[in-house]
């Protein structure tokens, strides 16, 4: 058991139990590779470098005509330069010409430019003049048939609107590095790059195990004294959302051997880390945490939280040499989803390979619109709704803090009450020191994802 962090309650703090999760991950997961098209949100694993140039080669960032500029100095609206047309070069085509003294040729945007060619003119810089010497219409689109000359009423700069090859990004070079998120911007570089396949993490597999006599499966009649299974799927939903995949193994009855048994279930299967809901506190039939130390160790029990107090984190090792953490979440689901968000977030994100400064939320300054009061010695974590202005932008005071209010009012914030935890933006952070904050004070804010 962790002693050292214990506060003067007996209680570890926040910071000490994080430290000790994440001292418990040895690395990430395993490298495995994957194709763009299943890479989005996955972490790199390994360097990735362009399998080309990009541009490849030099090419047209207009549609117009390639010339060489020195055929246009002078030139100006009133007296504009005629060249001939010898031909055109269309996007996914090579040049068959190549452009000398007094003559263009019709280019596309994002085709390349023909030999002799140093310059590029916009089409609206033209006028297109047929066979018979008649000038068209000035400037109109490069459509329907090549005319046979075009009037330029511009003098033209060397280089004008040519991207040269390798202006963006040189072939061998690496584009992305072992932590990079694979974003849709990151995926949409790698793939203009020419990489198809590339290395990320494997997803960390995570079982998700409820507990208790009363909590039943959407096949069961709840009866006289059940109630439905949130913390399962609500906890599945967390992991996928957190880049891990879910594994279910259903829901326990507080019986030690059916706990243990399925623990070992998953520890079988592989997991990197197992959550139980419910079952880790103080009552006669809580057996989670005998039935952790039964599989592996109990590293820490009981936080300076609220909610969430009977959190619980071991590990265990594997029939197949590996380890998992264990991880007991108290079985009010606000008080599982706080301690998710608090523990098992970071650890999921550190397994699946995000770097150290990406594992938490995102923090912000709030000020509170209403009052609260909390248990003493316990840092709580209040579910706060940001006040957002007609475009859904939160809305800050004179310095800059982000109006909060607490979801469902004083009376939303009890550890069972799911009706306020689905309309809450941030977790609001109320230090251990205070046992009441007034309207108007500061907090900090930990965004949760968008809703
Ligand atoms: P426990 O942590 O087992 O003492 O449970 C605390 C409270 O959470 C009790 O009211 C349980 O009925 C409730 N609870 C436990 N597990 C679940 C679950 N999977 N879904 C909904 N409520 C639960
Ligand atoms: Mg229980």
């Known amino acids: ?35 763009l098209s299943e890479a989005l949100g996955r972490i790199v694993a390994e360097d990735v ?83 018979a010497g008649t000038p068209g219409e000035r400037g109109r689109d490069a459509t329907g048939p090549l005319p046979a000359a075009c009037d330029v009423h511009a003098a033209i700069k060397p280089g004008a609107a040519i991207r040269r090859a390798g202006s963006d990004l040189a072939a061998g070079v690496r584009i992305l590095a072992p932590g990079d998120i694979l974003t849709p911007a990151a995926i949409t570089l790698a793939a203009g790059a020419g990489v198809q396949q590339l ?33 399962g799927p609500g906890l599945a939903a967390l992991v996928e959302g957190t880049g891990g ?15 243990e048994g399925r623990l070992c279930a ?9 959550i139980v809901s419910g079952g880790v506190s103080v009552g006669p039939y809580d057996v989670v945490k005998v039935a952790f130390e039964k599989v592996g160790r109990i ?35 606000v008080s599982s989803f706080v301690t998710f968000e608090l523990f098992v977030r970071p650890a999921i994100r550190a397994l699946a390979g995000h770097r150290r400064e990406r594992l938490l939320r995102q923090r912000d300054r709030g000020v509170l619109l209403e009052p609260v009061s909390k248990s003493h010695g316990r840092r709580a974590f209040i579910r706060a709704v940001a006040e957002r202005d007609d475009e859904g932008s939160p809305v800050r005071d004179a310095v800059g803090r982000v ?21 809450a933006d941030a977790l609001a952070v109320v230090p251990e020191a205070h046992d009441t904050l007034d309207a108007g004070s500061e907090v900090e804010l930990w965004w949760l994802d968008p809703h």
């Open 1 to 35: 058991m962790t002693t050292s962090a214990a506060t003067g309650s007996g209680l570890v703090s926040v910071e000490a139990a994080r430290d000790a999760v994440l001292g418990a991950i040895a690395g990430p997961t395993a490298a495995e590779s994957v194709f």
């Open 49 to 131: 470098v362009s399998t080309t140039a990009l541009p490849p080669w030099d090419n047209s960032a207009m549609d117009g005509y390639a010339i060489r500029a020195a055929d246009t100095q002078g030139a100006s609206e009133a007296s504009p330069r005629r060249l001939e047309l010898i031909g055109e070069v269309r996007a996914g085509e090579a040049p068959a010409n190549e452009v000398r003294r007094g003559t263009a040729m019709r280019i596309a945007t994002g085709a390349p430019i023909p030999a002799g060619a140093d310059s590029v003119v916009q089409v609206e810089l033209t006028t297109p003049i047929d066979s």
């Open 245 to 259: 995949a879910a594994y279910a193994l259903g829901i326990a009855k507080d019986r030690l051997e059916d706990v």
């Open 299 to 333: 590293d820490l029990w009981r936080v300076a939280v609220q909610p969430g107090k009977p959190f619980a984190f071991g590990v265990a090792d594997r029939p197949d040499g590996g380890r998992a953490l264990l991880f007991g979440l108290p079985g009010n689901p």
């Open 266 to 274: 998953a520890l079988a299967g592989g997991a990197d880390a197992i």
């Open 199 to 231: 290395l990320v993490h494997a997803k960390p597999r995570i079982h998700v195990l409820a507990t208790g006599d009363e909590v039943r499966s959407p096949n069961q009649r709840l009866g006289p004294a059940g109630i439905p299974d949130a913390n």
């Open 403 to 423: 109006r909060v209010r607490l979801a469902g009012g004083g009376a939303g914030q009890g550890s069972h009450v799911l009706s306020a935890l689905v309309v």
